[in-house]
């Protein structure tokens, strides 16, 4: 710390070069975390995915039903544990502008289908009084905050493909619960009856979008799910039965590899960025060529020179890269700026700490070639040069 002084003194020589360069590594960092929870967006379910949860898909298309008698043909094969299904609903809730088909909305049958998802957290009252009605609804905290329901209000959703046999496209729900989760739980569904549904829709009785299984053993799973699929082969309805991950990562696949996108532009950040600062930290080594050579003369070794100049580096990209990554997770705890159409938003601890290896590593290799110049600097050239 008794080189500080000197340290403070060199960053604030040119005080508006240093706050410049400050400014584009809070900026950089900032895109960086924001980046890496876009990521984890688009590739919702793929790394949350429960290993013992199986998929049981029409073999033609997700959007092609199957019939509701495979629930218990399912439940019967070896290895399976548990079997719930659910179908998709795509309502609109008020103005269609307002993103609620973005909401996972689908009739299911609320006991299995809580039991299949037990990161789902609802309070045992909210969970009964959900069964209990056959009207009512189980909304996540992120879409009940978005709409400002509460338990007990009663929610009109105007169905887009399912009609009522009255030929009323209103359906209308009571809110009995509202589940809750960790940061990697999609908190955006509404879950309503299926029975209900069932019933109460036009046509379509007795079919289901798809069956979420689970299994005893996830080694087994590509088994599993062969018996699963051989129970229909050549029925009218053919399936295809595939892990979770395996299904979310196809549906990640579709809007291409966002991954690699991201990891494009952030090269591309960083890239420049190292460009920047190093440039900021060589000009500055430069224009005191002549203070050098004095360091040297009072008995500054070589070692010490260098050590001087990466600090220096190091101090500028930790407050600038420290301060990107606190004002960029700050942020995405705000929530998600799409409001609603990213359901899983946040900074995983491990791309944080990435972003922490980062920074280090920006001051080093910034630094590295204008300390490098530093130590092999002859007193006697830089008294010339000065």
């Given at each position: 710390m008794k080189f500080?002084p000197?340290?403070?003194?060199?960053?604030?020589?040119?005080?508006?070069?240093?706050i410049?360069t400050?400014?584009?590594i809070?900026?950089?960092?900032?895109?960086f975390?924001?980046?890496?929870?876009?990521r984890?967006?688009?590739?919702?379910?793929v790394?949350?995915?429960?290993?013992d949860?199986?998929?049981?898909?029409h073999?033609?298309?997700?959007?092609?039903p199957?019939?509701k008698?495979?629930?218990?043909?399912i439940?019967?094969?070896?290895g399976?544990?548990?079997v719930t299904?659910?179908?998709?609903?795509?309502?609109?809730?008020?103005?269609?502008?307002?993103g609620f088909?973005?909401?996972?909305?689908?009739?299911?049958?609320?006991?299995?289908?809580?039991?299949?998802?037990?990161?789902?957290?609802?309070?045992?009252?909210?969970k009964?009084?959900?069964?209990?009605?056959r009207?009512?609804?189980?909304?996540?905290e992120?879409t009940?905050?978005?709409y400002?329901w509460?338990?007990g209000d009663r929610?009109?959703?105007?169905g887009?493909?399912?009609?009522?046999k009255?030929?009323?496209k209103?359906?209308?729900?009571?809110?009995?619960?509202?589940?809750t989760?960790?940061?990697t739980?999609?908190k955006t569904q509404?879950?309503?009856?299926?029975?209900y549904?069932d019933?109460a829709r036009q046509?379509g009785?007795?079919?289901v979008?798809?069956?979420?299984?689970?299994?005893?053993?996830?080694?087994?799973?590509?088994?599993?799910?062969?018996?699963?699929?051989?129970?229909?082969?050549?029925?009218?309805?053919?399936?295809?039965?595939?892990?979770?991950?395996?299904?979310a990562?196809?549906?990640a696949?579709?809007i291409?590899?966002?991954?690699?996108?991201?990891?494009w532009?952030?090269?591309a950040?960083?890239?420049?960025l190292?460009?920047?600062?190093?440039?900021t930290?060589?000009q500055?080594?430069?224009?005191?060529t002549?203070?050098?050579?004095?360091?040297?003369?009072?008995g500054?070794s070589?070692?010490?020179?260098?050590?001087?100049?990466?600090?220096?580096?190091l101090?500028?990209?930790?407050?600038?890269?420290g301060?990107?990554?606190?004002i960029?997770?700050?942020a995405?705890a705000a929530?998600?700026?799409?409001h609603?159409?990213?359901?899983?938003?946040?900074?995983?601890?491990r791309?944080?700490?990435?972003?922490?290896?980062?920074?280090?590593l920006l001051?080093?290799?910034?630094?590295?070639?204008?300390?490098?110049q530093?130590?092999?600097?002859?007193?006697v050239d830089?008294?010339?040069?000065?």
């Amino acid at each position: 710390m008794k080189f500080w002084p000197l340290l403070w003194s060199n960053l604030k020589r040119r005080k508006a070069r240093t706050i410049f360069t400050l400014l584009s590594i809070v900026v950089a960092f900032i895109l960086f975390a924001y980046l890496a929870a876009v990521r984890i967006a688009f590739s919702a379910g793929v790394e949350v995915a429960g290993a013992d949860r199986l998929f049981t898909t029409h073999k033609t298309s997700i959007i092609q039903p199957l019939p509701k008698s495979y629930q218990d043909q399912i439940a019967r094969t070896p290895g399976v544990v548990s079997v719930t299904h659910a179908s998709w609903f795509g309502g609109i809730y008020q103005n269609p502008n307002t993103g609620f088909q973005g909401v996972f909305q689908a009739p299911v049958e609320p006991e299995s289908y809580l039991a299949m998802y037990p990161e789902f957290k609802v309070t045992v009252a909210e969970k009964k009084a959900w069964a209990d009605d056959r009207e009512g609804v189980l909304v996540g905290e992120t879409t009940a905050r978005r709409y400002g329901w509460k338990v007990g209000d009663r929610v009109p959703v105007q169905g887009t493909i399912w009609r009522k046999k009255d030929g009323s496209k209103v359906w209308e729900f009571n809110v009995r619960g509202i589940y809750t989760g960790d940061k990697t739980v999609d908190k955006t569904q509404f879950l309503f009856h299926y029975d209900y549904f069932d019933e109460a829709r036009q046509y379509g009785q007795g079919i289901v979008g798809w069956y979420i299984v689970r299994i005893a053993d996830p080694k087994q799973a590509a088994d599993i799910g062969k018996k699963i699929d051989a129970n229909f082969a050549n029925s009218p309805a053919e399936t295809k039965t595939v892990t979770e991950k395996a299904l979310a990562q196809g549906f990640a696949d579709q809007i291409g590899n966002i991954g690699a996108i991201i990891q494009w532009i952030l090269a591309a950040v960083f890239f420049t960025l190292l460009l920047v600062t190093g440039n900021t930290i060589a000009q500055s080594v430069r224009e005191r060529t002549a203070e050098l050579a004095v360091l040297k003369t009072v008995g500054f070794s070589n070692g010490a020179v260098l050590a001087l100049v990466l600090v220096e580096a190091l101090v500028l990209t930790i407050v600038g890269g420290g301060l990107g990554l606190a004002i960029g997770a700050a942020a995405i705890a705000a929530g998600d700026p799409t409001h609603g159409f990213l359901p899983i938003f946040y900074l995983p601890s491990r791309d944080a700490i990435v972003g922490i290896l980062f920074v280090v590593l920006l001051g080093l290799v910034a630094g590295i070639l204008p300390a490098v110049q530093a130590m092999r600097l002859r007193i006697v050239d830089a008294l010339r040069r000065a």
